[in-house]
């Protein structure tokens, strides 16, 4: 694959490095202690995927000691000695159920025709006690002062935090424990979340309406005032921490 495809289908290597940075420069090396099954859920060509390969990596010299395993799915096939690669739908994942302990999913949930079974059978494969490190591109950003939507021609869903929160919740993930962080001027949306224990699965995720979901102590708890007042939330009801203990009242934010 040239560079020119490769830009236009994976997206800029610098951009998605820094959008990676934000979660790589804070997760504690405490957690590669644990013995880890990662899956890059949308790993492209790797190049983000790489990062968690290097972490607690297999010393054949120390078989006993505790290491990070990396598996990915992409639905284009390539080949790699780096991580256990497959070539899949995200959708319909051919892995079984709680076979990994961390996830992770960079700027992908947005090219899904149905984002939210994708995070359904993201939490199938996930155990009940892994996390899933998530972003996507904010569709709506500030030039000139002047509101404008940038969209990939990859992109089938538009995105902002509110709408990130809802699908995750909707698909079972536990956003009022969760981490999110959405900087001024910058389009990266990311969140840390685990999924939510004894979930009650609905026949269907999009019935789930708000009050549903504040029912089931799914969302943020600075939305329920919002959500019983209205029947909906948005930014200005969003007060946030992110994993350096930052708390952000998303009032102001865009």
Same mark, same amino acid.
């Given at each position: 694959?040239?560079?020119?495809?490769?830009?236009?289908?994976?997206?800029?290597?610098?951009?998605?490095?820094?959008?990676?940075?934000?979660?790589?420069?804070?997760?504690?090396?405490?957690?590669?202690?644990?013995?880890?099954?990662?899956?890059?859920?949308?790993?492209?060509?790797?190049?983000?995927?790489?990062?968690?390969?290097?972490?607690?990596?297999?010393?054949?010299?120390?078989?006993?000691?505790?290491?990070?395993?990396?598996?990915?799915?992409?639905?284009?096939?390539?080949?790699?000695?780096?991580?256990?690669?497959?070539?899949?739908?995200?959708?319909?994942?051919?892995?079984?159920?709680?076979?990994?302990?961390?996830?992770?999913?960079?700027?992908?949930?947005?090219?899904?025709?149905?984002?939210? =079974?994708? $995070?359904?059978? %993201?939490?199938?494969?996930? #155990? *009940? !006690?892994?996390?899933?490190?998530?972003?996507?591109?904010?569709?709506?950003?500030?030039?000139?002062?002047?509101?404008?939507?940038?969209?990939?021609?990859?992109?089938?869903?538009?995105?902002?935090?509110?709408?990130?929160?809802?699908?995750?919740?909707?698909?079972?993930?536990?956003?009022?424990?969760?981490?999110?962080?959405?900087?001024?001027?910058?389009?990266?949306?990311?969140?840390?979340?685990?999924?939510?224990?004894?979930?009650?699965?609905?026949?269907?995720?999009?019935?789930?309406?708000?009050?549903?979901?504040?029912?089931?102590?799914?969302?943020?708890?600075?939305?329920?005032?919002?959500?019983?007042?209205?029947?909906?939330?948005?930014?200005?009801? =969003?007060? $946030?921490?992110? %994993?350096?203990?930052?708390? #952000? *009242? !998303?009032?102001?934010?865009?």
């Amino acid at each position: 694959m040239d560079d020119q495809i490769r830009r236009a289908y994976y997206g800029d290597p610098d951009s998605l490095r820094d959008s990676a940075n934000k979660f790589f420069t804070v997760v504690s090396q405490d957690l590669f202690t644990n013995m880890l099954h990662v899956c890059d859920f949308g790993c492209g060509d790797g190049f983000n995927t790489q990062w968690w390969c290097d972490q607690a990596p297999f010393n054949k010299d120390d078989i006993y000691v505790n290491h990070t395993k990396v598996s990915g799915i992409d639905l284009i096939d390539s080949k790699t000695d780096k991580f256990d690669r497959v070539a899949g739908d995200i959708l319909s994942m051919p892995y079984k159920d709680d076979e990994f302990n961390l996830g992770w999913c960079h700027y992908t949930l947005q090219q899904l025709k149905d984002p939210v =079974l994708g $995070l359904i059978e %993201m939490r199938r494969v996930m #155990t *009940d !006690y892994s996390l899933l490190f998530l972003s996507v591109p904010q569709s709506l950003d500030k030039e000139y002062d002047r509101l404008k939507t940038k969209f990939s021609q990859f992109d089938r869903v538009f995105y902002t935090l509110p709408i990130l929160i809802t699908h995750l919740a909707m698909a079972g993930w536990d956003c009022r424990g969760g981490y999110f962080l959405k900087e001024y001027n910058n389009r990266d949306i990311c969140a840390v979340v685990k999924p939510m224990r004894d979930w009650k699965e609905p026949n269907d995720a999009y019935e789930l309406n708000m009050y549903d979901l504040m029912d089931r102590k799914v969302l943020p708890e600075s939305t329920d005032d919002m959500i019983k007042a209205k029947g909906y939330f948005d930014e200005t009801a =969003l007060m $946030l921490k992110w %994993m350096n203990g930052m708390l #952000t *009242d !998303y009032n102001t934010r865009v």
